[in-house]
């Protein structure tokens, strides 16, 4: 009986490990690739600077990096749920999104600014009253957007969407992350980004609330990552200083 029984015991230890293994074997990643230089299509494959730092991460942590690209404002929502690990998609720290999911220390300082056309007469954030803006749906620029003054907001799946709204004439502004907009202004030569920026932001890795080892891990090698050199490795990769 006894020996039935520690039969029984290890088969079904055997099977929880299985279980566990194949669970923690692959780290998922929540993105929208429609934000370069962050996350963004070359070819087939998916590239950028948070893809990178999500694979320093999972290798850190012996896992396999799976990307799932989706919907920017579907991202928080699959963290919480626990189909995706990781939402790492330049995704700003705010109060709101905190009240749903934990961020991981901060990998980047940003701003939302204001991409216009080279003839525009908007030159601050003051003059946005009364124009019509686009944004990427839930972004900080939305929320950023729908708060001015009597302004008409045009909400676009991709920010790219909305920058080719722009250059065909359909809106006024753009309000959309720095680093997309320099790389989106540098393709036209018809655009600008306005000279004074509209607010500090800082990006972090979005993590399930319940999952404070999963945090802590991250956070971990995030700390690595920056104490090595390896961070700042990454983002010379794709930003170069000089524009
Ligand atoms: N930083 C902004 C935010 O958190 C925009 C991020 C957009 N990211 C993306 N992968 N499309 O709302």
């Not at 055997?14 to 929540?30: N, P, Q």
């Not at 993105?31 to 370069?36: C, D, G, H, S």
């Not at 802590?216 to 104490?227: G, M, P, Q, R, T």
């Amino acid at each position: 009986m006894k020996k039935v029984l520690c039969l029984a015991a290890s088969v079904l230890m055997m099977v929880s490990l299985v279980a566990c293994t194949s669970k923690t074997d692959e780290l998922v990643m929540a993105t929208n690739a429609e934000f370069p230089p962050y996350e963004y299509h070359q070819g087939d494959k998916i590239v950028g600077i948070d893809v990178e730092i999500c694979q320093a991460i999972a290798d850190e942590m012996g896992r396999k990096l799976v990307i799932e690209d989706m919907g920017f404002d579907s991202i928080i929502t699959s963290v919480y749920t626990g189909k995706a690990d990781l939402g790492v998609a330049g995704l700003t720290i705010t109060e709101d999104r905190l009240k749903n999911i934990n961020f991981s220390t901060p990998y980047a300082k940003a701003t939302q600014v204001i991409i216009v056309s080279e003839d525009s007469d908007i030159k601050s954030p003051d003059d946005l009253v009364g124009k019509t803006i686009g944004v990427q749906t839930g972004t900080t620029g939305d929320v950023y957007a729908a708060d001015i003054e009597k302004v008409k907001l045009e909400r676009y799946n991709k920010g790219f969407e909305a920058v080719q709204a722009l250059t065909q004439g359909k809106i006024d502004a753009v309000i959309i992350d720095n680093e997309p907009a320099k790389v989106y202004v540098s393709q036209n030569d018809e655009l600008k980004i306005v000279d004074e920026a509209f607010t500090e932001e800082e990006y972090a890795i979005a993590v399930a609330k319940e999952n404070d080892e999963l945090l802590n891990e991250v956070n971990s090698a995030i700390a690595k990552l920056k104490e090595s050199g390896k961070l700042d490795e990454i983002v010379n990769k794709y930003i170069s200083a000089d524009n």
